[in-house]
């Protein structure tokens, strides 16, 4: 119970906050005449946590070895949440800008903590399986 | 298969055994490194700030038009872009003043937040052959010689891949861009005093500022004064205020002034997060010391039947030593990760919020500070071992065993 709670319980929270994080405080600039970069960072970010809370919804009801698969997939989309906004589209140039100061390092530092999460639910699940 | 414990791998299994114990452990230790780390970081942070704008406010006193102090110090601290000027007669006369050492004269025009996702950009005109403030700072990163048409990019300004900044409507050459200093010079651009009337006819034209195109040869913003020894900037103020009828209701701004509030503020900041860290540690290291002094108790039995065992109390002590190491090394390195994650990548916003001179320290300082930080948590979770070990090395092992019996 309390591996398939590490595995799943993780996922949901930081998948939330990383769906809701960019649509609230952590928002791209605003006022732009076209959208942005930092705009469809904002909305793949969003794409991205709503699929790690799906996975850490399924982990509560699956065994351990389908937990591990379902981490290495956070770990992947984890991976392209740090991709979004750095190289794969990026975010406003401008050092002072909203999206650079609060978009970037919050999603930086939300997809760090699903990939640590991920990795000891991993961890903990792959000492599971061995012991058989 | 069962795997034999062995005396080096038993302070391990010790811990997984106990992992509420070791998790209260852990806990206490991760927040004591990471108040540390973290409030270490930021005052390092603050403090370098504040000597990069300390360096760059070089001038004894600044004159600027009338009414527009606010923003010539708004200018020399965090604040926005923005133009204002005299004209070169104006600046002429300011010069002649008795106690002025040096004097230079520079231009701010404030541009266009151009382009999408563009911000706006503190245009900076200075005079590279009289300038004593900004010149200093410029040659220590760019020795060639800054032509007419040419710019020189502040660290957050964003240059193009061909090397242009587009400014009101035109690309203008960068030829090299400086490091960070923390203060809004950052987000600045410098051109040479010949580019100036350039770049005011292209700034009246789109902002459609007359007043401001007519007097593109002569726009001054400010007179930056460096005094002669013996003389205060006060006096010479004065000094150029008993020049023109016109000069006492020009703007005067004390650089060091500004500097002595800003230290002052930053301070008092670095004064609250030092008492924070303290009382932090404090109540850690109490907290700390009561779980090993209650762990004590419930492993007396535990040590005195490996003393029967044939352990030696040196052999016990180190069993002690290695878990709070393994501890205290473990609980450090949390610390010092999600200090890191609060703030490196918030380094501009923590900057902004606190609207203080805020400046990254290099890469040595700050594996200096993680290393401290490290050190410090294991010292302290031996410290707090050394009680165990203590009441430990006082009974003897028969009759630890017996008691309960």
């Known amino acids: ?132 | 298969m069962h795997s034999a414990i062995t005396l080096r791998g038993l302070p391990y299994e010790n811990l997984k055994r106990k992992p509420l114990r070791t998790a209260a452990l852990l806990t206490i230790v991760t927040i004591l490194s990471l108040t540390f780390f973290g409030g270490t970081m930021l005052t390092m942070n603050l403090n370098t700030g504040m000597t990069s704008t300390e360096q760059r406010l070089g001038a004894d006193l600044m004159v600027v038009p009338q009414n527009t102090a606010q923003q010539a110090e708004a200018l020399l601290t965090n604040g926005s872009p923005s133009t204002f000027y005299f004209t070169t007669d104006i600046a002429d006369t300011i010069k002649s003043a008795d106690g002025i050492e040096q004097a230079s004269e520079q231009t701010y025009i404030s541009s266009l937040a151009a382009a999408c996702c563009d911000e706006k950009l503190q245009i900076i005109g200075f005079d590279p052959a009289s300038d004593f403030v900004i010149e200093p700072w410029i040659a220590s990163q760019f020795d060639g010689t800054l032509q007419d048409g040419q710019m020189i990019a502040g660290a957050n300004v964003d240059v193009s891949v061909d090397g242009t900044i587009e400014l009101y409507g035109r690309d203008w050459p960068v030829v090299a861009q400086l490091a960070n200093t923390g203060t809004s010079l950052d987000n600045s651009v410098f051109i040479n005093t010949a580019t100036v009337p350039q770049m005011v006819a292209v700034s009246s034209k789109m902002t459609k500022n007359s007043a401001f195109a007519k007097n593109a040869d002569k726009a001054v913003s400010t007179v930056l004064i460096k005094v002669k020894q013996g003389y205060d900037a006060q006096t010479v103020a004065d000094n150029i205020k008993h020049l023109d009828s016109r000069f006492p209701d020009l703007g005067y701004v004390y650089p060091g002034g500004i500097t002595a509030t800003t230290k002052n503020s930053l301070n008092a900041l670095i004064s609250y997060l030092a008492v924070f860290v303290s009382v932090i540690w404090a109540m850690g290291v109490i907290v700390l010391l009561a779980v090993f002094a209650s762990s004590v108790n419930e492993r007396k039995r535990e040590f005195a039947s490996l003393r029967i065992m044939g352990a030696t109390r040196g052999m016990l002590n180190a069993i002690i030593v290695k878990e709070s190491i393994m501890i205290g090394a473990s609980g450090g390195v949390v610390g010092v990760g999600l200090a890191s994650l609060m703030i490196f990548p918030f380094s501009s916003l923590i900057g902004t919020q606190l609207q203080l001179p805020y400046l990254q320290a290099g890469p040595i300082a700050i594996i200096g500070c993680a290393v401290v930080t490290l050190v410090c948590s294991t010292a302290i979770g031996i410290a707090g071992s050394m009680l165990t070990m203590w009441r430990l090395s006082k009974p003897e092992a028969y009759l630890t065993l017996r008691e309960g019996d």
């Open chain 1, 1 to 132: 119970m309390k591996n398939k709670l590490f595995a799943s319980v993780p996922n949901i929270l930081l998948g939330l906050l990383i769906a809701v994080a960019p649509q609230t405080f952590a928002h791209a600039c605003i006022g732009h005449d076209m959208p942005g970069a930092c705009h469809y960072s904002q909305q793949a970010a969003t794409g991205i946590g709503v699929v790690i809370l799906a996975l850490g919804v399924v982990a509560l009801f699956v065994n351990h070895q389908i937990r591990i698969g379902l981490n290495i997939a956070a770990i992947a989309n984890a991976l392209l949440l740090l991709a979004v906004p750095t190289f794969l589209i990026g975010v406003c140039k401008g050092a002072m800008m909203h999206c650079r100061m609060v978009m970037l390092p919050t999603l930086i530092v939300l997809g760090v903590l699903t990939m640590v999460f991920a990795g000891i639910a991993i961890w903990l699940d792959s000492r599971s399986t061995a012991r058989g």
